[in-house]
């Protein structure tokens, strides 16, 4: 089977850095990816990786280590229009399992 | 406009009836996706659709039907509905021929409520 781990919510001040952790377990992985979801809205991509590393998109980073089966969002300059809900995800066999997803909330 | 569209985006019905959510894509991708979102579980895949005529079971499909007759559409269908399907539902769709295979554009989504 597979399963993602990620905190339930996060909370931190505009200006900050943020790191969002996900723990997974599947049986074949392609790659991790990173979503964004406000409330009431439809998740959005955010970042990819395949390989082990950083990938770096503007504020945002993503990091994978596939031997540790881990990854995490890194949010910089946090910003009020970050608080959202991210979910890490898990693309294998032409299906995407998502973690159940970590609240952000951003205080001023 | 181009994109991927959801209807209804709000939808109220009764234990035991038919209901059927429409998902249209305009980009031409290959794959669609119907997904369902509820407190604590974050997305769970319910049923996909990697061509026209080609459908395959996610991780919670039992009370859902699928078809896809056309490249653009992916109709979801609860044949007899039931109050444990009270959820919101998203369609998503997937271009793995662009090399992008892991990008997903989701549409706005539909807040099913069954009574």
């Known amino acids: 089977g597979q399963s993602l781990e990620q905190p339930s919510e996060v909370t931190a001040v505009e200006g900050a850095i943020v790191q969002i952790n996900c723990t997974y377990q599947t049986s074949g992985f392609y790659g991790l990816s990173w979503y964004q979801q406000h409330d009431g809205g439809a998740p959005t991509f955010l970042s990819y990786?395949?390989?082990?590393g950083l990938e770096e998109t503007g504020r945002f980073s993503s990091f994978l280590s596939r031997s540790d089966s881990y990854g995490y969002l890194l949010l910089q300059e946090l910003q009020m229009k970050d608080s959202a809900s991210y979910f890490c995800?898990?693309?294998?066999?032409?299906?995407?399992?998502f973690g159940s997803g970590t609240k952000l909330n951003v205080k001023p | 406009d181009a994109g991927i569209t959801q209807s209804p985006r709000y939808k109220i019905t009764e234990t035991g009836r038919q209901v059927t959510l429409m998902c249209h894509q305009t980009w031409s991708h290959s794959y669609m996706f119907w997904y369902r979102q509820d407190l604590g579980h974050g997305l769970r895949l319910i049923y996909y659709s990697a061509a026209a005529d080609i459908t395959d079971k996610g991780e919670v499909p039992d009370g859902y039907v699928v078809s896809r007759s056309k490249t653009e559409n992916f109709p979801l269908t609860l044949e007899s509905a039931t109050r444990s399907q009270t959820s919101v539902y998203f369609c998503?769709?997937?271009?793995?021929?662009?090399?992008?295979?892991?990008?997903?554009?989701f549409g706005a989504g539909t807040r099913l409520s069954v009574l």
């Open positions: 990786n395949a390989l082990d």
């Open positions: 998503a769709s997937n271009d793995q021929r662009t090399g992008v295979l892991n990008i997903q554009y």
């Open positions: 995800a898990v693309y294998n066999f032409n299906k995407f399992y």
